[in-house]
């Protein structure tokens, strides 16, 4: 049955790749985007054109206030979401603590804890079967580095993902009997806009890929399918999880 999907951040990345595959199931797609507009556009434009209904809505998921109004803008144009994944999000540094700048802190944390938690809110007051709702999926995209606290440099972001896992553990338990599930997606070292200048410099790439046991970066597409299947019914009895995408985590010696 075809669904309503928004995806924060869905105008790049495994947030576009997720877009794409599920058009490709006939679900209609909600892409919010912060500063995309032409990207998030032309996304739109291809999925419309696989026969799907497909809007784009811009809000910085770091504004409690945008939050409200891309859930009420989805509602009025495509209807009340059935499903949500969490995508936007951004990275930091690499900082050491004592370099740490407290506004480029906040940023971080609005934007990848307070996104996440509050876009959750917004779906679980459409979704939740005790509020009228029909139920729904929220899959919210974590990251392998809250694992390992991240790697040098990146403790601040490990600290947001790991806040993302705990959440979404404590959200799955709350709202489980009302129709919702809620999984955390971990994506490892996946080749995005975000890891550019990763990828851009291949000596820095091939020490990367010698720390996953894969001995490779994840494809957008290998992170996106997963996440199209946590979304289906096939994955009905699933909530709460800490999800895996990574190659196998990190290579340890
Ligand atoms: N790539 C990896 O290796 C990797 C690994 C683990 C986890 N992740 C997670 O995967 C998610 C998607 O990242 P990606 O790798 O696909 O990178 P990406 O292409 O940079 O996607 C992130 C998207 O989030 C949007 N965004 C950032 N801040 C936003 C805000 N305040 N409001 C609305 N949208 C916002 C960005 O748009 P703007 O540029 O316009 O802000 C961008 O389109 C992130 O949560 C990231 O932490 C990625």
Redesign the pocket.
């Known amino acids: 049955m075809s669904k309503i999907v928004l995806i ?10 997720t877009a794409r595959l599920l058009a490709g199931h006939g679900h209609d797609i909600a892409i ?5 507009e032409r ?1 998030a556009r032309s996304l739109a434009e291809e999925l419309e054109e696989r026969g799907v209904r497909a809007i784009t809505v811009q ?5 409690p206030a ?1 939050i409200e109004r891309l859930y009420r803008e989805v509602d009025e144009r495509l209807g009340a979401v059935d499903a949500v994944v ?6 930091a540094g690499p900082t050491r603590v004592d370099e740490a700048d407290a506004e480029a802190l906040e ?1 971080l944390f ?3 804890v307070l ?1 996440v938690i509050l876009s959750s809110r917004e779906a679980v007051r459409r979704m939740s079967t005790a509020r009228g709702g029909k139920g729904g999926v929220i899959i919210n ?5 809250a694992t390992i606290g991240g790697r040098p440099g990146a403790s601040f ?1 490990a600290a ?2 790991g806040a ?1 896992d705990a959440f979404t553990v404590g959200l799955a338990k709350e709202v489980a009997r009302e129709g919702i599930r809620a999984v955390s997606v ?10 550019t200048t990763y990828a851009t410099d291949p000596k820095l790439l091939e020490y990367i890929a010698s720390t996953i046991p894969m001995g490779r ?2 494809l ?1 597409e290998e ?1 996106a399918r997963p996440i199209v299947w946590l979304l289906s019914d096939e994955a009905s009895f699933i909530t709460g999880s800490l999800f895996d995408v990574s190659g196998g985590g990190f290579r340890l010696g």
């Not at 809000?59 to 504004?63: G, L, N």
């Not at 971990?186 to 890891?195: A, D, S, Y």
């Open positions: 924060t951040g869905g105008a790049s990345g495994i947030g576009a790749a919010n985007y912060r500063t995309r990207q809000a910085d998921v770091a504004q945008d969490n995508s936007a999000g951004i990275g940023r609005r934007t990848n996104g995209i974590s990251s392998m580095a972001y947001s993902k993302v971990r994506p490892g070292f996946t080749l995005t806009e975000m890891t970066p994840g957008v992170v």
